[in-house]
């Protein structure tokens, strides 16, 4: 199983911009899809952005495309969510997950991909 140790999150006005950061171990030699998730009161918890571990892909959801840029260090071990001019429906516990796939497929980027995640952070925006 993967082990998270997710950081970043916090309070931000709304336009501001905040950045996450996941430092992973206990991955194997296969292929990853490592993902940003976010779940908002009462309601069902969503993909934001996902990302290869081996290859250089990724995707994000229309909603925060433009806004947030997902990166890796793999040498440190750690991905990276960058959001920009956040607004009040990006308030949210944010988590990273890491599962493990035969190669990257968009669909992956979705809550039951995921069987390893981090215990969340939250991120408000407010005005």
Avoid at 2 to 23: D, I, N, T, Y
Avoid at 46 to 61: F, K, P, R, T
Wanted: aromatic fraction near 12%; proline fraction near 2%.
């Amino acid at each position: 199983e993967v082990h998270f140790v997710e950081s970043g999150g916090g309070w931000v006005q709304v336009g501001g911009s905040l950045r996450l950061s996941c430092a992973a171990s206990g991955f194997t030699k296969d292929e990853h899809v490592i993902g940003w998730l976010r779940q908002a009161p009462e309601k069902e918890r969503e993909g934001v952005s996902c990302i290869s571990l081996n290859d250089d892909y990724s995707w994000y959801d229309n909603g925060v495309l433009g806004r947030f840029t997902i990166s890796r260090d793999n040498a440190k071990n750690t991905v990276y969510l960058q959001m920009d001019k956040l607004k009040p429906e990006d308030t949210a516990v944010y988590y990273c997950a890491a599962e493990t796939v035969e190669r990257w497929s968009t669909a992956y980027c979705q809550p039951w991909t995921f069987g390893s995640w981090a215990q969340g952070t939250q991120v408000t925006v407010s005005s």
